[in-house]
Structures are given as C-alpha cells and as structure tokens.
C-alpha cells in the first residue's frame, strides 16, 4: 500500500465514523455519539502523522499525543479540547460504576460537542 493509500484509508474510515456518529446522535446514544467523534478526530491525526512521515502512526488512542507527534502547530485551547475529546474514548467504553458519563451526555451536552468536534475536524482536513 502507498503512503497515499493509507492516508487515504485512514480519511475515508474517518468519514464513515463521522456518520456513524450523526446516526448515534439521532437514536439519541449520545455517549456512543461522542465515542465516534473521538474516532473520527483519532482517524484524522493518524491520517496527518501518515503524510508527514510516511510511518506507520503511532498505536494510541490519546489525542494529545497524536498531536505532539504529527508536530502539529496547536494552541493550547485546542489541546485542551483534545484532553476532553480524548475522555468520551474512554468514559464510554469504560464507564464508572455510577456511568456518571452517561448521565452527563443529555442530547445539548452531546450536541454542543459534536459541533465542536466538527469544527476540529473541519481544521485537520484542511491539513491534509
């Protein structure tokens, strides 16, 4: 596979969890929602590391460090974001025993996000 390929490959599965989180969002599986924003930006940061090195990315889900290691021009307030999206991985997939998470992820909460989410996105395509 070229280096073209995978950051293709890498772009194109970010795209289907895009949708996929839009679909979550509407059954109203919010935290799930979110879960797939984070794959969506996740997907997007290996496809950058990817052009820029021509290696294999990093095997992280931590936003921050795919970040740091594509040597992304960043602010500080998007890497905080980054800490943030970053916590819907793992609050989803591993909730409390209270799933305050969940409880968290009312439809604005969630909403509020995902458009942040897309604005984030948004920027990184713009990188590609």
């Known amino acids: 596979m070229t280096m073209q390929e ?11 969890d895009w949708i996929v ?14 879960f797939f924003g984070h794959l969506t930006i996740e997907k ?5 590391f990817i052009k820029k090195f021509n290696a294999p990315p990093p095997y992280t889900h931590s936003l921050v460090y795919l970040a740091e290691k594509a040597e992304l021009n960043i602010s500080p307030e998007r890497l905080e974001f980054l800490e943030v999206v970053t916590d819907f991985n793992l609050e989803a997939r591993y909730p409390d025993e209270r799933f305050n998470f969940y409880k968290k992820c009312t439809k604005e909460f969630t909403e509020t ?11 990184l395509q713009q990188l590609q």
């Open 44 to 48: 997007l940061l290996k496809a950058l």
């Open 6 to 16: 995978k950051v293709h490959y890498w772009i194109k599965s970010a795209e289907n």
């Open 113 to 123: 996000n995902l458009k942040k989410i897309e604005e984030f996105k948004e920027w």
């Open 21 to 34: 989180a839009g679909h979550l969002f509407e059954k109203a599986d919010y935290p799930y929602s979110l």
